[in-house]
């Protein structure tokens, strides 16, 4: 055969994979080793030799970023354009159906998308108006049940309280909060799928065209699909379509968020005629990265179990460097980015990971004092500052009056005298007339507003009425620029004389090169731009900054970096209690889900893969001394060589003395010896005694085996009791019964 450009780069299993008959596929393959170019040559494949038109096919990704790169990756493959192949993520292609068919899905057709961070806000905004107490009603609770009610498909009305006072009042809350963002045009993240589904579900012709239409489902990342996502594909798919889904039970994340791997097997009892396709071979990392990972997913019990290999040269070690503190931690990465790039390598080959979005910022001072160009992913959120939100809460009501969060959010911003109370009157009016703020507005104008509150109420609404005029016909930065002028956003801030100010003018600014930077093609080619725009900030916002695209070192957290890959990668804040998370430790299925987050992590890396923690960190101005994160230690010993400052030792050192080289230490190696001896992991100290095992104590009850440490008489466990929660225990003392 000639080089084919689809087949050619595979190997026998990946192309048996994209050359399977049309039919129901699954593919399931550990980390890098091949499982997304499987599904973009599989796309290839069905247009070029299946005459499959792009047209009916549908393609759901993780990121908006990899929904791109596949995009041009097929249109590579084919030689041109793909053309209307629709490609996005769950949330992306769940609300094109809506902007299509908001009508039948009885929203309003300006409808606008609400963030996390302003569902909260106008959860909070609720318990106000009821008079609930906060503290009692926690913002996130309430915003957690309504999330993850909808994520499985439960509306208020199918809920029942039982005999549960609290209970009742969070069904409350959630039937307040639905009707609230019907009232003001609102839809959440979560709504978006909900609302897809039951679109789909009792408009049966709406359905039926999708079904003829879309008879190529092909989803990555497969194992990290909740019950609404699941539900929807497979209504999708129906019975003559081919979904064609690949996954990692090993890389499954996303169980805190509702996410379920059994979908994985659910597949192939929903789907009896499936073919299942194995890959085996890693073309990502060294083998000392792939050995490292495949030893620490061993400890994970319950896993569907695969073989993962590679070809490659085993490469170097994995390099383990203990810090004093989070600064000390930030400098090492930078000074190894530094060696990096003077032996001509680029910035954006390395990728700093880490647990939670607050450790950037130190990593952020070190390196911009040391000049150093990077990009945060997800966790500045460009589009989530305050000055970019309030510049986008303008442009929300130009096009959707009734948005309700967005008009709280400006009325007074630049101050125009509008008072507390006057707001206050505003939505109690609205509140009694079940009607939007603005309506409501106009109503009080005049009557319930003194003339001082009406002036200035009236103010604003000329400012937006007008507006909305000026930028119809303008091109979309230009929009932008003249809403920045007029509302007095830029004078605003740059009247703020500290730095503060002069940032967020800068972030003004940048706010009018994104939009002059966008493409609406690449999300919804049917809305106006302005509302594309709106659109697209909202589902995108946690994925990267306006100008992602430069050379720069790459910041995220370990949840944001599935699918990607880098040459270098440094997983840092390799600490217990920041990871594994101490909300998780107390449970096994938590601490297994940070496990296969931290498999994740190291299947980033490519040619380099270091761990660091900081023996001291201060974080949420907090000063804690950690243990090193069990994941260390539960990684093969002889694949890991500790760094230290100018001199550099085999490691090991025992569990939890991870002993920091004095000066003294340093110009004596040979004290070194004393813990060289020691071992990382040590055998079970006792039989029927290892992690996950269930266990019963005299006083306590029964349990599962958290963490075991040291043998001997001295041995350690922490067990996770069922009515205790977790305990340290002396296993000499504690005799223990094994289950
Ligand atoms: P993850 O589980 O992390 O999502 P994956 O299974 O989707 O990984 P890919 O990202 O598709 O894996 O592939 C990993 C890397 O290996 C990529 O750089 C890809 O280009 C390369 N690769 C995959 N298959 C082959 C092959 N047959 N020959 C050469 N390189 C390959
Ligand atoms: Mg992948």
Request: aromatic fraction near 8%; hydrophobic fraction near 40%.
């Given at each position: 055969m000639s080089a084919d450009p689809i087949l050619e780069p595979l190997n026998t299993a990946q192309r048996a994979a994209v050359t399977a008959p049309l039919g129901p596929v699954l593919v399931l393959a550990g980390a890098g080793s091949g499982k997304t170019r499987v599904l973009t040559h599989r796309i290839a494949w069905l247009i070029r030799a299946h005459d499959v038109s792009p047209h009916s096919i549908l393609a759901v990704t993780f990121t908006n970023k990899a929904a791109g790169e596949m995009r041009t990756r097929v249109e590579g493959l084919l030689g041109m354009p793909p053309g209307v192949l629709w490609i996005g993520t769950f949330h992306g292609i769940a609300h094109r159906l809506l902007r299509r068919h908001w009508r039948e899905a009885g929203l309003v057709e300006s409808f606008q998308i609400l963030d996390a961070e302003d569902q909260q806000r106008l959860i909070k905004k609720l318990l106000k108006a009821e008079q609930l107490d906060e503290t009692r009603w926690a913002p996130r609770e309430v915003q957690w049940f309504i999330n993850s009610n909808k994520d499985e498909g439960r509306r208020p009305r199918s809920l029942k309280a039982g005999n549960d006072p609290t209970r009742a009042q969070m069904i409350r809350l959630y039937t307040l909060y639905e009707e609230a963002c019907a009232r003001s045009g609102l839809v959440d993240f979560a709504e978006l799928l909900l609302r897809s589904f039951e679109l789909w579900r009792d408009q049966p012709a709406i359905l039926q065209h999708y079904r003829q239409r879309f008879r190529h489902v092909l989803v990555d990342e497969f194992q990290d699909t909740n019950t609404i996502q699941y539900a929807w594909l497979k209504l999708l798919v129906g019975s003559e379509s081919c979904p064609f889904v690949v996954g990692d039970?090993?890389?499954?994340?996303?169980g805190w968020r509702?996410?379920?791997?059994?979908n994985l097997q659910q597949f192939g009892r929903d789907f009896p005629a499936v073919s299942l396709f194995r890959l085996e071979q890693n073309y990502r990392s060294t083998g000392a990265i792939l050995a490292a990972a495949n030893g620490l997913i061993a400890n994970n019990a319950g896993r569907l179990g695969k073989t993962l290999w590679t070809n490659g040269a085993q490469g170097e070690p994995i390099r383990l460097y203990a810090a004093f503190n989070e600064r000390d931690e930030a400098e090492f990465v930078c000074q190894r980015i530094r060696e990096h790039l003077a032996h001509g390598g680029a910035h954006r080959d390395a990728a700093v990971l880490y647990?939670?979005?607050?450790?950037s910022r130190v990593f952020e001072e070190i390196f911009l004092s040391a000049r150093m160009p990077y990009r945060v992913y997800g966790g500045l959120r460009f589009f989530e500052r305050a000055e970019i939100k309030d510049a986008l809460a303008y442009l929300r009501l130009i096009v959707n009056r009734r948005d309700d969060a967005s008009f709280e959010r400006v009325v007074n911003l630049p101050t125009r005298g509008i008072g507390a109370k006057s707001l206050d009157t505003v939505r109690a009016a609205a509140r009694t007339a079940g009607i939007p703020l603005w309506e409501a507005t106009g109503a009080c104008l005049g009557e319930a507003l003194g003339a001082r509150a009406s002036a200035a109420m009236r103010g604003f609404m000329e400012l937006i009425e007008r507006l909305a005029v000026e930028v119809a016909g303008l091109a979309l930065h230009e929009q932008v620029d003249r809403m920045l002028a007029a509302t007095g956003l830029i004078e605003f801030h740059r009247r703020d004389n500290a730095d503060r100010g002069e940032a967020r003018v800068e972030n003004l600014e940048e706010l009018v090169s994104a939009a002059r930077g966008f493409g609406g093609e690449r999300l919804e080619t049917e809305l106006p731009p302005l509302e594309a725009f709106l659109a697209h900030v909202t589902l995108?916002?946690?994925?990267?900054?306006?100008?992602?695209?430069?050379d720069c070192v790459q910041m995220m957290t370990l949840h944001t970096a599935k699918g990607l890959e880098f040459p270098i990668v440094f997983l840092c804040g390799m600490e217990d209690g920041l990871f594994p998370h101490q909300r998780s430790i107390a449970n096994l299925d938590g601490l297994e889900e940070e496990r296969r987050l931290c498999y994740v992590g190291m299947t980033r890396a490519m040619r380099q893969l270091y761990l660091t923690y900081a023996e001291q960190r201060r974080l949420h101005g907090i000063d804690s001394f950690s243990q090193p994160s069990r994941f260390i230690k539960e990684t093969p010993e002889d694949l890991i060589e500790e760094v230290r400052p100018r001199l550099q030792v085999r490691r090991p050192v025992a569990p939890g003395r991870f002993a920091r080289a004095t000066g003294a230490e340093q110009a004596a190696p040979h004290r070194h010896a004393e813990y060289s001896s020691a071992r990382l992991r040590d055998p079970p100290p006792a039989p029927g005694m290892r992690l996950g095992a269930r266990v019963r104590h005299g006083k306590f009850g029964e349990g599962v085996i958290l963490t075991l440490e040291g043998s001997g008489p001295q041995a350690r466990v922490q067990v996770n009791f069922e009515r205790q929660g977790p305990k340290w225990l002396v296993m000499q003392y504690a005799k223990l019964e094994p289950l």
């Amino acid at each position: 055969m000639s080089a084919d450009p689809i087949l050619e780069p595979l190997n026998t299993a990946q192309r048996a994979a994209v050359t399977a008959p049309l039919g129901p596929v699954l593919v399931l393959a550990g980390a890098g080793s091949g499982k997304t170019r499987v599904l973009t040559h599989r796309i290839a494949w069905l247009i070029r030799a299946h005459d499959v038109s792009p047209h009916s096919i549908l393609a759901v990704t993780f990121t908006n970023k990899a929904a791109g790169e596949m995009r041009t990756r097929v249109e590579g493959l084919l030689g041109m354009p793909p053309g209307v192949l629709w490609i996005g993520t769950f949330h992306g292609i769940a609300h094109r159906l809506l902007r299509r068919h908001w009508r039948e899905a009885g929203l309003v057709e300006s409808f606008q998308i609400l963030d996390a961070e302003d569902q909260q806000r106008l959860i909070k905004k609720l318990l106000k108006a009821e008079q609930l107490d906060e503290t009692r009603w926690a913002p996130r609770e309430v915003q957690w049940f309504i999330n993850s009610n909808k994520d499985e498909g439960r509306r208020p009305r199918s809920l029942k309280a039982g005999n549960d006072p609290t209970r009742a009042q969070m069904i409350r809350l959630y039937t307040l909060y639905e009707e609230a963002c019907a009232r003001s045009g609102l839809v959440d993240f979560a709504e978006l799928l909900l609302r897809s589904f039951e679109l789909w579900r009792d408009q049966p012709a709406i359905l039926q065209h999708y079904r003829q239409r879309f008879r190529h489902v092909l989803v990555d990342e497969f194992q990290d699909t909740n019950t609404i996502q699941y539900a929807w594909l497979k209504l999708l798919v129906g019975s003559e379509s081919c979904p064609f889904v690949v996954g990692d039970d090993d890389q499954s994340v996303y169980g805190w968020r509702g996410a379920r791997v059994e979908n994985l097997q659910q597949f192939g009892r929903d789907f009896p005629a499936v073919s299942l396709f194995r890959l085996e071979q890693n073309y990502r990392s060294t083998g000392a990265i792939l050995a490292a990972a495949n030893g620490l997913i061993a400890n994970n019990a319950g896993r569907l179990g695969k073989t993962l290999w590679t070809n490659g040269a085993q490469g170097e070690p994995i390099r383990l460097y203990a810090a004093f503190n989070e600064r000390d931690e930030a400098e090492f990465v930078c000074q190894r980015i530094r060696e990096h790039l003077a032996h001509g390598g680029a910035h954006r080959d390395a990728a700093v990971l880490y647990r939670s979005n607050a450790q950037s910022r130190v990593f952020e001072e070190i390196f911009l004092s040391a000049r150093m160009p990077y990009r945060v992913y997800g966790g500045l959120r460009f589009f989530e500052r305050a000055e970019i939100k309030d510049a986008l809460a303008y442009l929300r009501l130009i096009v959707n009056r009734r948005d309700d969060a967005s008009f709280e959010r400006v009325v007074n911003l630049p101050t125009r005298g509008i008072g507390a109370k006057s707001l206050d009157t505003v939505r109690a009016a609205a509140r009694t007339a079940g009607i939007p703020l603005w309506e409501a507005t106009g109503a009080c104008l005049g009557e319930a507003l003194g003339a001082r509150a009406s002036a200035a109420m009236r103010g604003f609404m000329e400012l937006i009425e007008r507006l909305a005029v000026e930028v119809a016909g303008l091109a979309l930065h230009e929009q932008v620029d003249r809403m920045l002028a007029a509302t007095g956003l830029i004078e605003f801030h740059r009247r703020d004389n500290a730095d503060r100010g002069e940032a967020r003018v800068e972030n003004l600014e940048e706010l009018v090169s994104a939009a002059r930077g966008f493409g609406g093609e690449r999300l919804e080619t049917e809305l106006p731009p302005l509302e594309a725009f709106l659109a697209h900030v909202t589902l995108e916002s946690g994925e990267g900054q306006a100008d992602a695209w430069e050379d720069c070192v790459q910041m995220m957290t370990l949840h944001t970096a599935k699918g990607l890959e880098f040459p270098i990668v440094f997983l840092c804040g390799m600490e217990d209690g920041l990871f594994p998370h101490q909300r998780s430790i107390a449970n096994l299925d938590g601490l297994e889900e940070e496990r296969r987050l931290c498999y994740v992590g190291m299947t980033r890396a490519m040619r380099q893969l270091y761990l660091t923690y900081a023996e001291q960190r201060r974080l949420h101005g907090i000063d804690s001394f950690s243990q090193p994160s069990r994941f260390i230690k539960e990684t093969p010993e002889d694949l890991i060589e500790e760094v230290r400052p100018r001199l550099q030792v085999r490691r090991p050192v025992a569990p939890g003395r991870f002993a920091r080289a004095t000066g003294a230490e340093q110009a004596a190696p040979h004290r070194h010896a004393e813990y060289s001896s020691a071992r990382l992991r040590d055998p079970p100290p006792a039989p029927g005694m290892r992690l996950g095992a269930r266990v019963r104590h005299g006083k306590f009850g029964e349990g599962v085996i958290l963490t075991l440490e040291g043998s001997g008489p001295q041995a350690r466990v922490q067990v996770n009791f069922e009515r205790q929660g977790p305990k340290w225990l002396v296993m000499q003392y504690a005799k223990l019964e094994p289950l």
